[in-house]
C-alpha cells in the first residue's frame, strides 16, 4: 500500500435520530487529519439527523436495512478510504485527537485493526449477553473491552475480509486504545 493511499481515511457514522449530537461528531471527524470524507449512513430517522449532518459537512446516505450492522455495511461499501473509521453518533464526549489515536497505530503499520473503549464499568447487556457469547464463540477475541462500543478503525481490506461471522483470522489487533 503506497504512503497516500494508507492515509485516505474515510470515517463512518451510522445514525438513528441523532439530531442533537450529530453535528458534534461530524465536526469532531472533519478535524482528524487525513479525513477525505466523513459519511452519516442515516437509519431511516425520523427526525432532523439527515439536515444536521448535512449541515455539518457530511455526506449522507441512507441504510438498505435496518440496524446498525447494515448501516456499518453500507458505509463501508460507498467509501473510499484505505482506512475506515467507525464512530457513533450518539457521543458527545469524544477526545479531540480520536481520529488520529485512532489511526496511527494503522498508519505506522503496527495493526490492521484499532478498537477503542471508554473509562466506565460494562453494561449489564455487555456482562449478561456480550462477553460469555464472545467467549463461546469466539474465544480468541473475547478479551476485548466494551464490545458493544462502536468506535473502531481498521484497514478496509481487513474489514472486507470479516464475514457475516466476525471472524477475524489474518487481522493483527491493537485492543483497547482508551479513549
Known amino acids: 500500500m ?4 494508507s492515509k485516505a481515511i474515510s470515517v463512518i ?18 478535524q482528524g487529519e487525513n479525513v477525505t470524507e466523513v459519511i452519516v449512513v442515516d437509519d431511516k430517522s425520523f427526525d432532523n439527523t439527515v439536515q444536521c449532518a ?19 455495511l453500507d458505509g463501508l461499501l460507498v ?22 489515536v485512532l489511526t496511527r497505530p494503522i498508519i505506522d503499520d503496527d495493526c490492521d485493526f484499532v478498537k477503542a473503549r471508554f473509562i466506565r464499568k460494562a453494561g ?21 473491552s466494551q464490545p458493544l462500543a462502536g468506535t473502531i478503525a481498521g484497514r478496509r481490506e481487513a ?19 482508551c479513549i
Open 13 to 30: 457514522i451510522p445514525a438513528l435520530n441523532e439530531e442533537n449530537t450529530i453535528g458534534t461528531v461530524v465536526n469532531l471527524a472533519k
Open 2 to 5: 503506497s504512503t497516500a493511499q
Open 79 to 100: 467509501s473510499s478510504g484505505d482506512i475506515i473509521v467507525y464512530l457513533d453518533a450518539d457521543v458527545i464526549n469524544y477526545r479531540p485527537d480520536l481520529i488520529n
Open 54 to 72: 448535512k449541515a455539518a459537512g457530511a455526506s449522507v446516505i441512507t441504510s438498505t436495512r435496518l440496524g446498525k450492522g447494515a448501516s456499518m
Open 159 to 177: 474489514f472486507l475480509k470479516v464475514n457475516s461471522r466476525m471472524i477475524m483470522e489474518s487481522i493483527s489487533v491493537c485492543l483497547s486504545i
Open 124 to 144: 449489564r447487556v455487555t456482562e449478561l449477553v456480550a462477553r460469555p457469547l464472545l467467549s463461546l464463540l469466539f474465544p480468541d477475541i473475547s478479551g476485548i
